[in-house]
């Protein structure tokens, strides 16, 4: 995944074409490391999507925003518009976020 820096680096990422996946997440957050160590096989399996992820601590703003209340948090977005929301609450496990991507039409 791609870690986004800067301000413009999101803007610019979530205003893509075609659809992209913004992970936010935090150092400290365990649910995170956890979600670290599922999904590099689900980013390969879901390559339509180009994916990033972003320091929630970092960006506040940015994660007030899009109503990031939680992480890890996957967000979809194309042309600047966030299609999808995938709550921390529910990306507990593979198959959340399997099941996740498989519900998403874009």
């Avoid at 399997?98 to 039409?105: D, G, H, R, V």
Wanted: overall charge negative; charged content about 25%.
């Amino acid at each position: 995944m791609k870690e986004i820096t800067t301000v413009e680096q999101f803007n610019e990422t979530i205003g893509k074409d075609r659809p992209v996946i913004v992970k936010f997440y935090a150092t400290w957050c365990p649910d995170c490391t956890r979600m670290n160590m599922f999904i590099d096989p689900i980013v390969e399996k879901y390559s339509q999507y180009e994916w990033y992820q972003i320091n929630r601590d970092n960006f506040p703003d940015i994660a007030d925003q899009y109503q990031v209340l939680g992480i890890p948090s996957l967000l979809i977005f194309k042309n600047g518009e966030k299609l999808a929301h995938l709550h921390s609450a529910n990306a507990k496990t593979p198959e959340d976020v399997t099941n996740f991507l498989e519900a998403q039409t874009v």
